[in-house]
């Protein structure tokens, strides 16, 4: 079974600033992994996705995420936030065999002007 | 380009009553068809799994009886919520993924209220 662990619940940064939000997940197969944003009142946007090669993956708006198998992690970040950039944001590890996506609790970033 | 339209976007119903939620899938054929949950406050929990071919998936705390889903062609899917009650708002999300592809594609979501 996987485990998806986004051990930030709220992340409040200045525009301009980078960010990193904390993933870590618990599978030992073959899995995707995914990030996707969710502002207030909507649905789910995707961001990014690793399945294997570099473990730096890039995403829609400057988002990048790194993976790491000796940490278990995929944690996103971006160099330079915008005050769009609020919204809750979900980490998830998706098995290759079933597809079926487990999702972290998410993280919500506030962005302050 | 590769979408998902749910509808309706929002909606209210009494308790003890039945709302049926859509998803269409345009510009692809949706192999697997993924309906989840999210309840206030809380995140997605997958309801279940469809795909062509092979029977539906229901995940633990989550029925048939409950939730029955139609997936009757590769680019529409529906699910009924029977006899809603307060435990059952919050954004219902669709979920459509093709064959060749490992990303679903999310809709927007239906929004049910409980009263």
């Known amino acids: 079974t996987q485990t998806v662990s986004q051990s930030d619940a709220h992340v409040t940064v200045f525009e301009g600033d980078s960010v990193e939000l904390r993933c870590n997940y618990s599978y030992g197969g073959s899995i995707y992994l995914s990030w996707y944003i969710q502002h207030h009142g909507h649905g789910l946007q995707f961001l990014l996705k690793y399945y294997s090669g570099n473990p730096v993956v890039q995403g829609v708006n400057g988002f990048e995420a790194e993976f790491s198998k000796s940490d278990s992690s995929f944690h996103l970040r971006k160099a330079s936030v915008h005050w769009s950039d609020s919204a809750v944001y979900f980490c998830?590890?998706?098995?290759?065999?079933?597809?079926?996506?487990?999702f972290g609790a998410g993280t919500r970033l506030k962005v302050i002007a | 380009g590769a979408l998902v339209y749910q509808y309706p976007r929002r909606t209210i119903c009494k308790s003890g009553t039945s709302m049926r939620m859509e998803c269409q899938a345009v510009g692809f054929q949706a192999t697997s068809v993924a309906w989840y949950r999210q309840s206030p406050q809380k995140t997605f929990e997958l309801i279940a799994l469809s795909t062509v071919n092979s029977a539906i998936k229901y995940e633990q705390n989550f029925t048939q009886e409950k939730f029955p889903i139609s997936h009757p062609n590769l680019s529409f899917s529906s699910m009924t919520v029977l006899n809603a009650y307060l435990e059952d708002r919050g954004l219902y999300l669709c979920g459509a993924r093709r064959v060749t592809n490992s990303d679903y594609t999310f809709g927007s979501g239906t929004r049910l209220l409980v009263i």
């Open positions: 998830a590890v998706s098995d290759t065999g079933n597809y079926k996506y487990v």
